[in-house]
């Protein structure tokens, strides 16, 4: 009932003929066996447009990795959803610890943020997960129920909103949260959105991130409230990302 999505987070890597290269070998797979899964991919802003051209005949949907709080204005440098949408964007990656963690933003600007893209016509993705200490001292469940309780805007819904559970110290370590950890943790938010949004939790998709590779992706889709997977490093390599990919068939 819940179809996977597949995400692929570029980050700030990639310049237009590497981007292209990438797409195309992704697209060429897509079509060659058609994935089960949902594939997006966020690519650096400045390359959506130029790379959803060459991918409009695949199934692959693109999506930003962040926006503003408001869709235009005095913002230098910013984003707006509505831009995103704009280039055709169907997603945006809110709240990623990195921007967390370098931009200062908190669960209330993640929220608002969600909103903004709620607004535009898209889907969120909101991004969660606790700290090595936040783990080591046992807080990962209560800091993580908090950061889905305060980061979902009024309106979030199983349409409009994704959640990602990244356990901030495994993201680009090789580092991943056991099968048993992670497990808890999707249950324990589905549980949270059933009270948040009464009727919807099974709906709502909430994927894994944090060094999902090639070789760890099947055991970690195969649990039941993982409907997916938040992919940085290992989206930059097409073959690498396609196996991902084809672990989340059925
Ligand atoms: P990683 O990044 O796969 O490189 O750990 C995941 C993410 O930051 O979304």
Request: with cysteine; hydrophobic share 45%.
């Amino acid at each position: 009932m819940r179809r996977h999505l597949i995400a692929g987070n570029w980050k700030m890597n990639g310049l237009k003929v590497d981007g292209i290269d990438r797409v195309e070998r992704l697209a060429a797979m897509a079509e060659a066996s058609p994935p089960a899964a949902e594939v997006l991919l966020c690519p650096p802003a400045t390359l959506v447009a130029v790379l959803r051209e060459g991918a409009k005949e695949s199934p692959i949907v693109f999506g930003g990795q962040d926006c503003h709080i408001r869709q235009n204005g005095a913002f230098t440098g910013d984003i707006s959803a509505a831009m995103l949408a704009d280039i055709g964007c169907s997603y945006v990656i809110v709240g990623h610890s990195e921007r967390r963690r370098d931009h200062g933003e908190d669960d209330q600007i993640v929220a608002a943020k969600a909103a903004a893209a709620h607004d535009a016509g898209l889907t969120a993705i909101v991004c969660v997960g606790e700290s090595k200490a936040e783990r080591d001292a046992g807080r990962a469940l209560d800091v993580v129920a908090g950061q889905v309780r305060a980061s979902l805007p009024g309106g979030a819904n199983a349409a409009n909103t994704v959640i990602a559970y990244e356990p901030v110290w495994a993201i680009g370590t090789g580092d991943t949260a056991t099968p048993g950890d992670v497990a808890q943790i999707h249950r324990m938010i589905r549980d949270l959105l059933e009270e948040m949004a009464p009727g919807q939790s099974q709906r709502f998709r909430i994927l894994y991130g944090g060094s999902v590779n090639a070789s760890n992706a099947a055991e970690l889709l195969a649990l039941a409230d993982v409907d997916g997977a938040l992919v940085g490093g290992a989206s930059l390599d097409p073959d690498g990302f396609a196996a991902i990919v084809a672990a989340a068939a059925p």
